[in-house]
């Protein structure tokens, strides 16, 4: 796991300078702070900051293949490298490491671009054809790597963090609108933007190509459309394990030890229960818990942990941890922070590098298999939308506190058309909310019919598949990649440790898509053919509890112990005076939250970190 960067002046061919790579490098130390390297050939410079995870010794990185005409840096893990390595092997290729880097340059020689169909794991890297004066710039299927990368004129730049690409850039960088108010809808940019104008990261999936002829960037893997009709439950819940527990095996494939982030919920507790099975020891597992009661799911992972005899550790956030931590993690993801559990996690992923460098977790299972709420309430929209609208709309709006689920559920239900409900279910502000929190004259310069669009994009790529699967597809290439993932990677490799996530092996991925519609959820229960396929390996309890989900009690924390550090950021002058916003709405979302008479905690999330990540701005 690592950090790269690099430069490309291909159109004015000007030497890359070396000073920019060593300080993109320093930006993103944590990434890989057991090493670093860069290579410099004319108008190329490569840049690479490693933590090694496998082959320590033999995996400095930029490397080459053996008469040096190929070069790459690369971030990720190759899972199924040991296959690949004796078929090269067979066709005249020496390996001078033991890595998965160096097979990745001998299948490209082999294969060119197509190499990437061999490759099976997590992945961003850019490799520099000498021969052909040609950068190939990839990012892995699912997304799990992030990759941004920005073309100035006839020069191309990229790193794997936002902070590193800022060192890399001769222009100045300007904060684009667009961004920042599709971020008041999504709570983080979808993919390709971000909230630098022209600073683009790389769709997952895709590759980029630049050379003297330009740069063009091409999709190389897409889920598949069609469903299998032909077995039964049973069997597919039975394949379903089988290919879960050959994600899992190869996923342990590691030099140093690893661990196990264990919520107590199905999918990471399934993720312990194979490793156990397949003989990892010690078993090693860390999970993040709060003080209040609701929250918590420590008595979950402890019984987990219990029944499979792992090595436990727990850590408990609270509110000062938040305080302490929130504008180091905004300045380290250069953005916003999207959640709240961006906080508890990188405190768990510190907890947890003080024994490994590699933990696995749950992450995806719930976009596979449709685990969350929304998947079986969007059912109901139909019927929703046989009441009037301004009805439903007025009676959410009554719904107390203590059912702000149904609240959730009931706004966006109340939404006609299909992409505007979508995008509704992870919004921080309704349309409405935007139109009354944003300036007018903020407004009038952004596209506001651009959220619904985003998601219009992926429904019509997939206007062929059953309501279900439509919602599946868009979140496994907007939600998971552009929040979830790019939360794991950045949290965890801030603490230098990598993360591996077996639910999204891209074969697993590809069968889940296939498995029908009326198998994934049945009746109001959601995961339906998930829990038949865990039935073995996790008790009743795990498999029967509703969804807690991951979240951060910060609604309580914002009217107690935040409570001056909500009204310092947000109703501070500076503030008030950038002009995105209007004060009075801004005040009436604080005072609705602190005197209970609404639960505003998303919105204030959002635009606490949006002020903390101005404020940074304005010093950088």
């Given at each position: 796991?690592?950090?790269?960067?690099?430069?490309?002046?291909?159109?004015?061919?000007?030497p890359a300078a070396e000073a920019a790579l060593a300080r993109a490098m320093s930006a993103m130390r944590h990434r890989g702070p057991d090493d670093n390297g860069s290579y410099l050939d004319g108008e190329?410079?490569?840049?690479?900051?490693?933590?090694?995870?496998?082959?320590?010794?033999?995996?400095?990185?930029?490397?080459?293949?053996?008469?040096?005409?190929?070069?790459?840096?690369?971030?990720?893990?190759?899972?199924?490298?040991?296959?690949?390595?004796?078929?090269?092997?067979?066709?005249?290729?020496?390996?001078?490491?033991?890595?998965?880097?160096?097979?990745?340059?001998?299948?490209?020689?082999?294969?060119?671009?197509?190499?990437?169909?061999?490759?099976?794991?997590?992945?961003?890297?850019?490799?520099?054809?000498?021969?052909?004066?040609?950068?190939?710039?990839?990012?892995?299927?699912?997304?799990?790597?992030?990759?941004?990368?920005?073309?100035?004129?006839?020069?191309?730049?990229?790193?794997?963090?936002?902070?590193?690409?800022?060192?890399?850039?001769?222009?100045?960088?300007?904060?684009?609108?667009?961004?920042?108010?599709?971020?008041?809808?999504?709570?983080?940019?979808?993919?390709?933007?971000?909230?630098?104008?022209?600073?683009?990261?790389?769709?997952?999936?895709?590759?980029?190509?630049?050379?003297?002829?330009?740069?063009?960037?091409?999709?190389?893997?897409?889920?598949?459309?069609?469903?299998?009709?032909?077995?039964?439950?049973?069997?597919?819940?039975?394949?379903?394990?089988?290919?879960?527990?050959?994600?899992?095996?190869?996923?342990?494939?590691?030099?140093?030890?690893?661990?196990?982030?264990?919520?107590?919920?199905?999918?990471?507790?399934?993720?312990?229960?194979?490793?156990?099975?397949?003989?990892?020891?010690?078993?090693?597992?860390?999970?993040?818990?709060?003080?209040?009661?609701?929250?918590?799911?420590?008595?979950?992972?402890?019984?987990?942990?219990?029944?499979?005899?792992?090595?436990?550790?727990?850590?408990?956030?609270?509110?000062?941890?938040?305080?302490?931590?929130?504008?180091?993690l905004v300045a380290l993801r250069d953005e916003p922070v999207a959640e709240p559990t961006d906080v508890a996690l990188y405190r768990l992923a510190r907890l947890a590098s003080g024994s490994v460098k590699?933990?696995?977790?749950?992450?995806?299972?719930?976009?596979?298999?449709?685990?969350?709420?929304?998947?079986?309430?969007?059912?109901?929209?139909?019927?929703?939308?046989?009441?009037?609208?301004?009805?439903?709309?007025?009676?959410?709006?009554?719904?107390?506190?203590?059912?702000?689920?149904?609240?959730?559920?009931?706004?966006?239900?109340?939404?006609?058309?299909?992409?505007?409900?979508?995008?509704?279910?992870?919004?921080?502000?309704?349309?409405?909310?935007?139109?009354?929190?944003?300036?007018?004259?903020?407004?009038?310069?952004?596209?506001?019919?651009?959220?619904?669009?985003?998601?219009?994009?992926?429904?019509?790529?997939?206007?062929?598949?059953?309501?279900?699967?439509?919602?599946?597809?868009?979140?496994?290439?907007?939600?998971?990649?552009?929040?979830?993932?790019?939360?794991?990677?950045?949290?965890?490799?801030?603490?230098?440790?990598?993360?591996?996530?077996?639910?999204?092996?891209?074969?697993?991925?590809?069968?889940?898509?296939?498995?029908?519609?009326?198998?994934?959820?049945?009746?109001?229960?959601?995961?339906?053919?998930?829990?038949?396929?865990?039935?073995?390996?996790?008790?009743?309890?795990?498999?029967?509890r509703r969804k807690v989900g991951f979240t951060v009690p910060v609604g309580e924390w914002f009217r107690k112990p935040l409570k001056s550090l909500v009204m310092d950021l947000l109703l501070s002058p500076?503030?008030?005076?950038?002009?995105?916003?209007?004060?009075?709405?801004?005040?009436?979302?604080?005072?609705?939250?602190?005197?209970?008479?609404?639960?505003?905690?998303?919105?204030?999330?959002?635009?606490?970190?949006?002020?903390?990540?101005?404020?940074?701005?304005?010093?950088?």
């Amino acid at each position: 796991m690592c950090g790269i960067c690099g430069i490309y002046n291909f159109g004015t061919l000007a030497p890359a300078a070396e000073a920019a790579l060593a300080r993109a490098m320093s930006a993103m130390r944590h990434r890989g702070p057991d090493d670093n390297g860069s290579y410099l050939d004319g108008e190329l410079g490569l840049g690479n900051c490693r933590l090694s995870i496998i082959d320590l010794p033999g995996g400095h990185q930029p490397i080459s293949n053996e008469d040096e005409t190929l070069w790459i840096t690369f971030n990720g893990e190759i899972y199924n490298y040991r296959e690949l390595r004796p078929e090269l092997e067979s066709r005249g290729h020496r390996f001078r490491t033991s890595t998965d880097t160096e097979v990745i340059l001998q299948l490209y020689e082999e294969h060119g671009v197509s190499c990437l169909d061999r490759l099976r794991g997590m992945f961003a890297f850019a490799l520099w054809d000498r021969r052909q004066r040609r950068l190939l710039l990839t990012r892995d299927r699912l997304g799990v790597k992030p990759l941004f990368y920005r073309l100035e004129g006839g020069r191309l730049i990229f790193a794997s963090e936002l902070r590193a690409l800022r060192e890399l850039t001769e222009q100045p960088l300007e904060i684009d609108s667009q961004a920042v108010y599709d971020f008041f809808c999504f709570r983080y940019v979808p993919a390709p933007h971000t909230f630098f104008r022209g600073v683009q990261k790389l769709l997952p999936g895709h590759f980029l190509v630049a050379g003297a002829k330009g740069a063009r960037t091409e999709v190389y893997w897409d889920l598949p459309a069609e469903e299998d009709s032909g077995q039964s439950v049973e069997d597919i819940a039975s394949e379903t394990v089988e290919r879960l527990r050959e994600s899992v095996r190869l996923r342990l494939i590691a030099d140093v030890p690893l661990g196990v982030f264990l919520s107590g919920g199905m999918d990471s507790s399934a993720v312990v229960a194979l490793m156990a099975e397949l003989g990892a020891r010690p078993l090693r597992t860390f999970t993040v818990g709060f003080e209040e009661s609701g929250y918590s799911e420590l008595p979950f992972a402890r019984r987990i942990a219990e029944r499979y005899s792992t090595e436990h550790q727990e850590i408990v956030v609270g509110p000062r941890d938040l305080s302490e931590d929130l504008p180091r993690l905004v300045a380290l993801r250069d953005e916003p922070v999207a959640e709240p559990t961006d906080v508890a996690l990188y405190r768990l992923a510190r907890l947890a590098s003080g024994s490994v460098k590699v933990v696995l977790a749950g992450e995806g299972g719930d976009e596979l298999f449709a685990g969350y709420p929304k998947y079986v309430a969007d059912r109901f929209a139909g019927l929703v939308s046989a009441v009037p609208e301004k009805v439903t709309r007025a009676l959410a709006r009554r719904l107390p506190y203590r059912l702000r689920r149904a609240k959730l559920a009931l706004q966006a239900l109340s939404i006609r058309d299909e992409p505007e409900r979508f995008a509704a279910w992870f919004a921080s502000f309704s349309g409405e909310d935007r139109a009354s929190l944003l300036a007018p004259e903020f407004l009038a310069q952004v596209d506001l019919a651009h959220p619904a669009r985003t998601f219009s994009s992926y429904l019509e790529k997939a206007r062929d598949r059953s309501p279900l699967k439509r919602m599946l597809y868009a979140d496994l290439k907007i939600w998971l990649p552009d929040n979830l993932l790019l939360r794991g990677d950045h949290m965890t490799m801030a603490a230098s440790i990598e993360e591996r996530l077996p639910f999204l092996d891209h074969k697993l991925v590809e069968f889940a898509a296939r498995i029908p519609t009326p198998m994934l959820t049945r009746g109001l229960q959601t995961k339906s053919l998930l829990r038949r396929a865990l039935r073995r390996y996790l008790p009743e309890e795990a498999l029967g509890r509703r969804k807690v989900g991951f979240t951060v009690p910060v609604g309580e924390w914002f009217r107690k112990p935040l409570k001056s550090l909500v009204m310092d950021l947000l109703l501070s002058p500076e503030a008030r005076g950038r002009g995105y916003f209007n004060s009075a709405s801004v005040e009436q979302i604080v005072r609705e939250h602190l005197d209970g008479i609404q639960d505003r905690q998303k919105q204030l999330w959002a635009l606490m970190n949006f002020e903390l990540w101005c404020r940074q701005l304005a010093r950088s």
